[in-house]
């Protein structure tokens, strides 16, 4: 594709996109272009409705009858079936729970609780999203003697899946970079040396198309407020693949896990498939947003999708390097779009007080330690034009230097 | 107090209540006698207010800068500030986070990680709140030999706690009989062996008094959503003595359990304090209905609500087993006040069925199994002519013999 060279160019990309409609879903302000939404997505009018009428009529009027009336006893199940349509997986096998770090935990601890001897090594990569390090350095903690923690740099994967490897657990899309591992290979890889795979999905789920049983993936956990637009904070989903499934122990015997919950039984007997991953009660409201925040994927083609994610990432490499060229900017993520999540990074010695002056202007990306400048691209809500107007933006800014004031006082929470 | 003769005998007690105008700040449907919020609390306005604001301006319009600008990130330390005070603790050791079962989880998983060899038994109550027994038998699982579960009846837990026991776990009010402990005794006695004493709070904080300074409580964990009336699985809370937060590590090593969640280290040191409890990402949408929920208490004298449970319990018992003495209802609660929380239970052999005939009457208790009627009542908004009501309705069920058609098929949600 050629570079468009003006933004006339890019409005009409728009009116060709064949996802264009779907940013009618979200609640968006015009003033802003919002490249943020791999931190936290923003509000559709969809979850909106469902969290007042969850609020409102099933908590205010329907009490305590709500969770069999309006089912919230079942929407960690059901959302994680909407979720598996999203990761290429059963309906059956995903579950909605928790925190991302908290499933992570789970499984971990699940999986590496019945792990053979000699094989309790857990293999991530140097410069993961530190949650899953430190999940993994804290179940190394608890189990000492039967897990051994141990990062490496990518490019030390191979060597370091061995035969003591039990677990390999690695986030599929960068958070900082947005590289993007070749799932199948890595899991095949880490299958031949006798080791699962655990992928994190945080940035990949919704931007990126996902296919955990063709890859034979054997766990995974991911985010449901990045792409998935859940909402701040909302619940995580797990993935654990079916044939594994009446092996793993729930890592967190909670009650909501246990077979009969309201059999109020004084001893566990877990859950028959991802159920017994639930473990205490369910928080409906951030629930209620999730699910009505799916909605707008519903019948979305994944592969689309994806089209339309390459397509801006590359646009925005385009721009940024063709307009921004005397700044000083580097390209952090892969320059291979099949390398590439859906987000772009580039490093800059200002990174901070460029990204606060860009706020400033109206286009929100977001910082990331010491020097990275990193721009999500949304497919279901980022327009051709939101691109070409951020690049306008961001060379306003470096040329009239107004990133060089900036300072780390108080840096974003954005993952 | 002689039992009120009459309706209007009620009414005068409700003009007489130093509490009744808390009832205001309820979302309360004029037609129902909810007594079921120690299962899940009713709606309040100012929690409604504080989840439409929270997803329409802040997640909505102002997006990621909330993390700061409406400080989320704080959420889960000034949420545990304000509960510290209902419980009992200096506000900078109770912390929202998570479920129940979650903290609970983190807390024996902590404690334990560090018991000294030889003191690996956990001692709890038989019959005691299920996901508090499974959680504990899911700690002996994934550590066996270091971790001993043991589950003895009540007036076993004298000789089990002994030279073994490193930690004995219990809830202060019983869910099903509202027993409650004496937390100061039992901690001593705990302590005085070697143990330490980890309390479940769910059925008492809101309700009850609770002094965890005073009883030098070593942990504590309990629930946001009944007494509290924080929202369907709203967040949980938990509290670690402020002496014990340095040797403690953190259950479950979460990135924003990090000292510096945003330098993006590869390394885990845990934060100062409670915040190392921290594990995933809040979810901001049930921390902000807690928020507003919590509105209600601020100002509240925690012995006038003990004053106004107790009066409520001893009328409900008064009225029952003065007006449907001849239905053979026992009383499973204690009878002396001082060893009761805030819920009253009564068996019958069709407590199911009359549980059910009283919601369609619209008194709302709760059932458990097998034969056991729950009637929770909440001194903030529960009136004494709803004591009044709700026997009246319990007398014309069992009169009608409305009950007896019940069956188990489909059982509530109510813990």
Redesign the interface.
């Known amino acids: 594709m050629p570079v468009p060279a003006s933004r006339e160019a890019c409005e009409a990309l728009d009116r060709a996109d064949p996802l264009s409609a779907l940013r009618e879903a979200f ?1 968006l ?1 015009p003033a802003t272009v ?1 490249l ?1 939404g791999n ?2 997505g ?2 559709t009018h969809a ?2 409705r469902r ?2 009428e969850t ?2 009529r ?4 329907d ?6 009336q309006h089912d ?2 079942g929407l960690p199940e059901r959302l994680g079936a909407r979720i598996a349509r999203l990761v290429g997986a059963p309906a059956a096998d995903v579950l909605v729970a ?5 499933n992570l ?1 789970k499984l971990g ?1 699940a999986f590496l ?1 019945c792990a053979r001897a000699g094989r309790g090594r857990v293999v991530s990569e ?2 993961n ?3 899953d ?3 993994l ?2 179940l190394e ?3 000492p003697g039967r897990v051994e923690f141990c ?1 490496v740099p990518r490019d030390g994967l191979e060597d370091a899946i061995d035969e003591r490897t039990a677990l390999v657990v690695l986030t599929h899309v960068h958070y ?1 970079s947005a590289r993007m591992y070749d799932m199948a290979a890595v899991t095949g890889y880490a299958h031949a040396r006798g080791a699962a795979a655990l992928w994190d999905l945080s940035h990949s789920v919704g931007a990126v198309p996902l296919d955990l049983a063709g890859t034979r993936a054997d766990l995974a956990v991911g ?1 449901g ?1 990045k792409y998935l637009n859940g ?6 989903f797990l993935y654990v693949r079916s044939d594994l499934q009446a092996a793993l ?10 077979e009969a ?8 007997r877990p859950a028959v498939g991802v159920s017994r991953f639930r ?9 209620a ?1 999730l699910d009505g925040s799916l909605d707008v994927f519903d019948g979305v083609d994944m592969t689309a999708v994806r089209d339309k994610s390459v397509a801006l990432c590359e646009l925005l490499i385009a721009l940024v390097e063709s307009r921004c060229a005397r700044h000083g900017l580097q390209l952090v993520s892969p320059r291979a779009a099949a390398e590439r999540g859906s987000h772009v990074s580039f490093s800059h010695p200002d990174g901070y007080g460029i990204i606060q002056a860009l ?1 400033a202007r109206g286009v ?1 990306g ?1 910082f ?2 010491p020097d990275v400048l990193r721009f999500g691209l949304a497919p279901l809500y980022t327009r051709y034009v939101d691109v070409w107007d951020a690049v306008d933006a961001l060379l306003a800014v470096l040329d009239h230097g107004e990133g060089r004031s900036g300072d780390y006082a ?6």
């Open positions: 609640v302000d919002y943020d931190s936290l923003p509000l979850a909106r969290v007042q609020v409102e099933q908590w205010g009027q009490l305590i009858r709500s969770w069999n919230w006893i928790d925190s991302t770090s908290v935990f601890a609780a140097l410069g999203f530190p949650t390090l430190y999940v350095q804290g903690a608890l189990f990062a900082r985010c407020y909402g701040p904070g909302a619940p995580a122990g729930p890592g967190i015997a909670g009650w909501m896990g246990h919950p309201f059999a109020f039984d004084d001893d566990y473990a205490g009660t369910p928080g409906i409201l951030g629930m947003a706020i929100v977001d990331r330690t108080r840096m974003q929470l954005v993952t």
